[in-house]
Structure formats: C-alpha cells, structure tokens
C-alpha cells in the first residue's frame, strides 16, 4: 500500500501560481526573494517571501488572491518599494504581489481634468503626461520620480506641495480594488463631488494594503500653474526659520511649497552636491508660489521674511528653485560610519517652532546628532537622528539613547497635539508607538474593520494597525 503523501499550502500556492501566470511572472530565486524582501524602512522583524509575483493585469490580482486565500497564505503587495516605514516589508510565509508592471495611464480626459492610472504609475511619467494639457497631478512625495500611485495610495503620500493642494488623499475621485476573497469593487466616482453613501475611497486610501489591492485609480488632476516664484530665505537659526513659517501664515499668503532646512541638513548638501549653503546662514527657508498670482504673493513673502531677519537670496529665480531640487534630495543616505533614523511626525503649525526647540534639546539630552528637514507648510516634520559607528558595528548604549530621542521626539510631538507620521505610514516600524495616539476602543473599531474586510488576515498583515 503507498503511503499518501501531502503538499504543504505553501508549495501548493506556488504551484498554482505558476500554473496560471506566464512565465517570468512568478519567481522563487534566491536575489529576488531577498530583494523584494523589505522597502526602504528599517528591518524589524526579516522574512524571506515564499515567492515574489509580478501582476500584469486585474487578472492576475484576482487570480493571485483567490490562490493565496483557498491556501491561507498572506499576500504583501508592492510598488517601486519606496516606503520607509516597513509597509512593504515580507511577513512570514507570504506572496510579494508586485504591481510595477501594471503601469499604464489608461485614459487621461482633459476637459474634466481626469485621469484613470494602473496601480505601477511613476508619479512623474502621470506629469509628464498631464502637463500638455496644462495639469499636473497635485501630490509629489520627494521620491516622485520612482515611486508610484499605487503606493501613494497605500501610504496617502504628501510632499513638497502639500501645502496648498493636499496629501493624495485629496486628489483620488475612485479607486477598482481587489479584495481579499479574490471579488474587484469599484469604489467613488468620475465627479469632483460626490456623497452617495460611505466614503469607501477615503477608507482605501492610506490603508497600506490591508484591506484590499488597488488595482486602479482614478485622480484628480489641477492646472499647471502658469507663474511659479522661488524664494530662499536663509537665518542665522533653526527656530527663526520655524517662526519665518508662521509669519507667512499670518501674512494669509498660501504658498505651494514651504520647506524647511536646518544647519545639518545644509552641511550634507554642501558635502553630497558641493554647494555653500551654510555659508549663507545656518538654516533655510524654501518657499514657492504660484498660479496668476505667484508673483505679488512672493513680493508679500520676501518683505515678511526680510522683516524677521530672513536674507533673501538676490539670486535669479532659477538659483532657488535649484535649492528646491537639492531639498527633494536632503534627507540623505545612511553612511558606513553612522547609524541613522528618519523620522516622520506633524505638529499643529502653531507649536512648531516650540516642537524645533524641544527636538534640539532632545539631541543634546541623549548625545545624539539631529537634522531636520520639514514640510513646514503644514507642521511635517523630518528629523533624522543619529550616532556614530564604531568600527563593523554600533555600541549597544548609543543605540539606547538613539532609541530614546526617537521615543521622546514622538512623545513631545504627540503632547503638542501631533501625530506620530504625517506621510509615510504606520507600516512595521511604528505600530510600536501607535497606542500612544490612538485609543484602545478606536483600535478595537479599526480591527473589526480589517476583519470585515480581511477575515482571514492574509493582506499585509501586522501592518498599519
């Protein structure tokens, strides 16, 4: 008599997978299932995928999820993998979804400003697309030019222009959404307004893949403005930079772009792209208006900034909006001889030179090093804290008093009346601060809401809530 032999649900998954899909759109190697591993964050908890898939089509999600689901394997989807909170990180036992290759603008209506994209969309090549016709698609995270919509979906990306036209949130109309019995749903409309029932889009959005797979989405897209004025404002100090913000506000000026730089964040420029900010002053305060309007909204901008002790570059026009560009790139890469952690919190605008404040007291409390950079506009701040390497590795105290300016800094943020992430997400990283904001009844709600959508846990799970 044989003796029957059983085929684990893994390996069960796998084999159906590569059954259905083409060759090329399933992978088990070695490179690639370590690759596709993690995204950006730091690594809490490293698992290896079962296998890593490449979706070309609706189809293939639909076919992707049913398979994991009838195998009760968990499914961790993916973009350009460009998250830094860990969103995007394998969990153990689970499929890599990767969506990259479902990048096709599949209409794009001018006369209603509209545009219908698949999930693997570069936010630039949507740019790029729109701007012929004079629009623009609005949220432009700093890594813009790899990362894609679908992520910005999962994650609600911000950016540079988050001051005047909103996170991605307000820029998506509808979304066509896999969930996780295999079923597609079309949630929200093709109209700028619309209120018919539960807002489903708006729940979508940000969710970071944990209650179904966007597999398109349809944004809102805004005029390419016509004018756009640059002004770089250097101080002498961080916190005259921060109170620089709030005298533009009461200036009632709405700037599209207010970032903010400190000392530190002007000595890496100067040190990756050989520039001299930090002779020019030991913070910097980038602002950009535009529209008809951008060039008496500047005038206004200059005269209060000059008036709290800004010097305003003399420079041409094209100068800052340069520095503009060196800021899409300042919060830097890790190096061999420093252990790094970028941070991601938001304050009411009105604490946010007291918030600068308390972060460079924290530095010198714990004998950590700090820069920041901010989107300003809106109270988003990044700061970046530090320690030395000694030798191949860390000292174990250095990473204790790494580990309690990070907790001080989202301690003090929260006390202000912030949060512990204005734009990159909960992910793995920051769940372990998450009861801090949130109170145990609307954690309590927010799983029974992963359980209605999810109910076996298989999307991304121990992930975002």
Known sequence: MTEATTTAPGDAACAELNGILKAGQVSQDAPVLKTYAVDQAPVMDYHQPLAVVWAESVADVQAVVTICAAHAI?????????????????????????????????????????????????????NDAA????????????????????????????????????????SILALDVVLADGSLIHTGHQTFKGVAGYDLTGLFVGSEGTLGVVVGVTVRLKYLPREVQTIAAF????????????????????????????????AQLDEVHGSDLTSRGGSLLLIQTDGFGAMA??????????????????????EAEQLVELRRNSRGVEVDDEYRVGEDVAVPRSRLVDYVEALEMIAADTGVSLKVVAHAG???????????????????????????????????????????????????????????????PVRALQHRIKDLFDPLGILNPGKAI
């Open 297 to 318: 909204e500047a005038d206004v901008v200059r005269s209060v900034l000059a008036a709290g002790g800004a010097s305003i570059t003399t420079a041409e026009n094209a």
């Open 235 to 266: 101080y002498p100090t961080f916190r005259m930079a921060a109170a620089g913000v709030l005298a533009v506000g009461r200036a009632r000026v709405q700037p599209a772009i207010m970032e903010l730089l400190d000392g530190g964040s002007l």
């Open 131 to 170: 701007a012929p016709h004079g629009l623009m698609y609005a949220p432009d995270p700093a890594s813009f030019r790899w990362s894609t919509i679908g992520g910005n979906v999962a994650t609600n990306a911000g950016g540079l222009r988050c001051a005047k036209y909103g996170v991605t949130r307000d």
């Open 378 to 440: 809106d109270g988003n701040l990044h700061p970046t804290f530090w320690v030395d390497r000694e030798g191949t590795g860390v000292d174990p105290e250095a990473l204790v008093r790494l580990q309690t300016a990070l907790d001080d800094s989202i301690r003090i943020a929260l006390e202000m009346g912030g949060t512990i992430t204005g734009e990159h997400g909960v992910g793995q990283f920051k769940l372990k601060w998450l009861g801090l904001e949130q109170s145990e």
């Open 74 to 126: 968990p499914v961790v989807t993916r973009g350009a993998g460009t998250g830094v909170s860990g969103g995007a990180h394998a969990t153990a036992g689970c499929v890599v979804l990767s969506l990259e290759r479902m990048n096709c603008i599949l209409d794009l209506n001018a006369v209603d400003e509209t545009a219908v994209v698949e999930p693997g969309v570069i936010n630039a090549a949507l």
